[in-house]
């Protein structure tokens, strides 16, 4: 779970332009961990948007390939999935936004 939130994070940091932000968001409802990463870079491709979250996938051309191997999303999805989580790729009016959802077991009602 740590090296998918970092690979988030380093995602958005590495793609958001000098002076630009990263925000963290971490909201807990209705049995759900929803961890939310937005950046003001410059947003996913529509191909990023479709394929971002499988193997290999580095033919975005929005985002900057050197030291790429495609990867880093795919590992977050991967570990959304054994968690019975899920994760979604959008971009907002300003860059981009990744979600990670994740189902939180044995909560206090």
């Given at each position: 779970m740590d090296r998918a939130v970092t690979n988030l994070l380093d995602n958005a940091v590495r793609y958001t332009p000098a002076g630009g932000k990263v925000?963290?968001?971490i909201l807990l409802e209705e049995k759900q961990v929803k961890l939310s990463v937005e950046d003001t870079g410059p947003?996913?491709?529509?191909?990023?948007?479709?394929?971002?979250?499988?193997?290999?996938?580095?033919?975005?051309?929005?985002?900057?390939q050197e030291g790429h191997l495609g990867m880093g999303l795919f590992c977050v999805a991967q570990t959304a999935k054994q968690h019975g989580g899920s994760l979604h790729l959008s971009n907002t009016s300003?860059?981009?936004?990744?979600?990670?959802?994740?189902?939180?077991?044995n909560m206090r009602e």
């Open positions: 925000v963290l968001n947003g996913f491709s529509a191909a990023a948007l479709a394929k971002g979250g499988q193997p290999f996938f580095t033919s975005d051309a929005s985002r900057p300003q860059g981009a936004k990744v979600e990670l959802n994740l189902p939180v077991t």
